[in-house]
């Protein structure tokens, strides 16, 4: 057991010598070990034996029977299922030929991608492995894109919950931080009435996403909602958001908008005031205009901090269930749809093998995206600064 | 310089209007634009919860016959919703209440406790754990797995067999092995448990709480609650603990007191401020969480977001039991974050940034 850890350096270890059981024994009820011990035995049993049992079960098919269950292992069935059988359509939606539009964004798409392997292979960073990567990174990035220009531009397209949730955590996020540095940005000043302003502003964050559903469904309600003179006078009465595909998804990004935009702002301002007031004085006194200011002291902190909260809503966001499902049931058919409410109803429709493939592909879309994202644009920004 | 001096006496209006001497002090025009923006998102975020309250007091006829915005002016105020849920409904509301409170509270208590000695731990020992034990492990487990489903074994032969060869390798060839991982090896697993999407790991856990009949218990939430949220608590406690410096425990130790007396009479008072915006942080996980709850819960242990969102009437929402329903959900939260707002920005931005 050794005081604080020693970051610098390796520490020497002395060879090991020829331990007895009981002193092996005194170790285990050392405090070092009843200390973490706790933490590591939950996780292992609460989340990693079961995610090998969830891998297990996505490979069989499962049947309550009564006094148990019975499983048959059933190899790559449910997974073919879910990309190519039966679940496919409400999956990665239908797919047909993109239009000339989604083309063009498509190749745009492929084009920066390429350019940026080409910048990757010049630097002096290069070498195999990290190049092998980021094609594999790239082969995946565009096969996604590929999947939402070919669901989302063709009038007959349909997109699939994959797709839907990306839309979701794509705009979501987005909006979220840029909202969130805004407001952060404009609670740096000194202005009179800051705190309720950052009281106020918090809220949101605090309420169930259950209620936020609610809350938003009662709000774009065009009827009896409190805006109904405004979409009776703009000839909307008859409209309703929840009844169209991108009305529904319009009110859910506006409910996930609502209720994160504050844990972007509060954290933001955090990072914010944690600059010292003297760096803008002598930034001042130096003859510095706004923007070189902005660039050179406000970027350096904020960058590292938006990276992370960018990174911590990108991986929950993904996991979005509770607002679809209250808002529009994932309605109207599977327009609002997210890959874990899909799950879900696999859950309840008994199909247990094909919900774990279908965790398991979310595992790897939201394993992937915050990789790349941590490895590439995270690497890329901190350079910046 | 001097030129910029004297152009700065000629500024215009407009010019003065938007620039000042001290960044942190803004120039009148720029202070105006920042309250029409600030005051918009304040709508923005009050004007829902106002719609919530001012409906929570409305009669069903009121809400269907289109807007109605002030009480008294626009409509007679009535507590017909609340009476309907706290008085005639029997214990509706009042048990899936009681219900929430006790998961919420004391799976946060259990996970800031384990999850406070955990980081506590990371931070003053050093652990180094070898990889190849790891694997090990990882592989004997995989074995029971195949063991229990393939071979149709009993689970209890199965693991107990698991387990003896792992022992067995690990006192024998675990010696071996060099390479091993470190502390942040350890956090960063830890805190990447945050990743997993609740649906890839809830169907073993809904079949191991089936077969320890904790099935439809409050245990089987606070469980599930308590380690979903240590990975949290580590996230946030660990620069905390970092934070407090050392030597005021190596003093304790040169008196004579031990690692568990020093842990209790010298850290924790001086991790108060952390703990409690931790404690808050992961109490209004637990209080609002939902997908978990409508997979492990039944009728006697419904929690109130589940109760919200079964307010689907076949007749249509009804929005004003809705409403009374949100209203009682939100405001102890509300009231909290309001008195605690400073200690759950700190906790939230120590987390983020070193992170």
Not at chain 1, 235 to 255: E, K, M, Q
Not at chain 1, 272 to 288: Q, T
Request: charged residues 15%; proline residues 6%; positive net charge.
């Amino acid at each position: 057991m050794q005081v604080a850890p020693d970051t610098h350096g390796k520490p020497k270890r002395p060879k090991q010598k020829n331990i007895t059981l009981e002193e092996r024994i005194r170790g285990w009820t050392d405090a070092s070990n009843v200390l973490l011990m706790p933490a590591i035995l939950i996780i292992l049993f609460l989340s990693v034996f079961p995610l090998i049992v969830s891998l297990f079960a996505s490979f069989a098919r499962i049947r309550f029977v009564p006094g148990g269950f019975e499983i048959n292992y059933v190899g790559l069935a449910n997974f073919k299922k879910i990309f190519f059988g039966s679940e496919q359509r409400r999956f990665l939606g239908r797919i047909e030929d993109p239009t000339i539009f989604g083309w063009v964004l498509f190749f745009a798409f492929l084009a920066f991608m390429l350019v940026m392997l080409l910048n990757h292979i010049r630097s002096e960073r290069a070498n195999p492995f990290s190049t092998m990567m980021r094609v594999i990174t790239i082969i995946i990035a565009t096969a996604l894109a590929y999947l939402a220009v070919a669901t989302l531009t063709p009038e007959s397209g349909l997109p699939g919950t994959l797709v839907v949730t990306l839309i979701f955590v794509f705009i979501g996020v987005t909006l979220q931080y840029l909202l969130g540095l805004g407001l952060a940005m404009m609670l740096t000043q000194n202005l009179p009435g800051k705190r309720i302003f950052r009281v106020m502003f918090l809220l949101p964050m605090m309420i169930t996403p259950v209620g936020i559903g609610f809350l938003f469904r009662m709000i774009v309600d065009t009827q009896k909602g409190p805006f109904a003179d405004i979409w009776y006078n703009i000839g909307l009465a008859n409209f309703s958001f929840v009844a169209t595909p991108w009305g529904a998804r319009t009110a859910i990004i506006i409910g996930d908008t609502w209720q994160w935009t504050p844990f972007m702002f509060i954290i933001l301002l955090a990072a914010l005031e944690g600059i010292p007031r003297e760096i803008f004085e002598a930034a001042m006194v130096d003859g510095a205009n706004r923007l070189s200011m902005f660039r050179h002291i406000i970027m350096p902190q904020v960058i590292p901090v938006s990276t992370t909260v960018i990174l911590i809503r990108l991986i929950e966001s993904f996991k979005i269930i509770d607002l679809p499902n209250v808002l529009t049931y994932g309605g109207p058919g599977t327009a609002t749809e997210s890959v874990s409410l899909h799950a879900y109803s696999l859950w309840r429709a008994l199909d247990l093998g094909t919900s774990a493939a279908l965790a398991y592909a979310l595992l790897f879309v939201v394993t992937f995206i915050a990789l790349a994202f941590v490895n590439i644009i995270r690497r890329r920004l901190l350079e910046l600064i | 310089m001097m030129t910029d001096k004297t152009e700065q006496t000629q500024v215009s209006f407009i010019q003065r209007l938007f620039s000042s001497s001290d960044p942190f002090r803004p120039a009148p025009g720029s202070m105006i634009i920042s309250y029409i923006f600030l005051g918009l998102w304040s709508f923005v975020v009050l004007f829902p919860l106002y719609w919530v309250v001012v409906t929570a007091f409305k009669l069903p006829i009121d809400v269907n016959v289109g807007p109605r915005f002030l009480p008294y002016g626009d409509y007679e105020p009535s507590t017909h919703a609340w009476n309907y849920l706290l008085a005639e409904s029997g214990n509706l509301v009042t048990r899936p209440y009681i219900n929430t409170m006790t998961v919420a509270i004391w799976s946060s208590i259990f996970a800031l406790i384990i999850g406070a000695a955990a980081s506590y731990a990371l931070n003053r020992f050093t652990y180094r754990p070898k990889i190849g034990l790891i694997m090990t492990f990882l592989a004997c487990i995989l074995l029971a797995i195949l063991l229990i489903v393939v071979a149709k074994l009993h689970w209890i032969i199965a693991v107990v067999l698991a387990l003896s060869i792992y022992f067995l390798l690990a006192f024998t060839i675990g010696r071996r092995f060099e390479r091993s991982m470190g502390n942040d090896d350890i956090a960063f697993w830890i805190i990447s448990q945050r990743m997993l999407p609740p649906v890839a790991v809830i169907i073993p856990i809904y079949v191991l709480f089936q077969r320890l009949g904790l099935l439809n218990t409050h245990a089987a939430l606070i469980i599930t609650y308590t380690a979903v949220n240590i990975p949290l608590v580590i996230w946030f406690m660990r620069d905390y603990f970092s934070g407090i410096p050392i030597e005021l425990e190596e003093s304790a130790f040169i008196d004579g007191a031990n690692r568990y007396q020093t842990l209790i009479k010298i850290v924790l008072p001086l991790s108060v401020p952390g703990l409690v915006a931790t404690f808050l942080i992961v109490l209004v996980f637990a209080w609002n969480e939902y997908v978990l709850a409508l997979f492990l819960s039944g009728a006697d242990t419904q929690t109130m977001p589940l109760l919200v969102a079964a307010q689907n009437a076949t007749r249509g929402p009804q929005w004003w039991n809705i409403s009374v329903l949100v209203m009682l959900m939100v405001a102890p939260i509300i009231i909290l974050a309001i008195i605690l707002e400073r200690f759950i920005a700190r906790g939230l931005l120590i987390g983020a940034v070193k992170g």
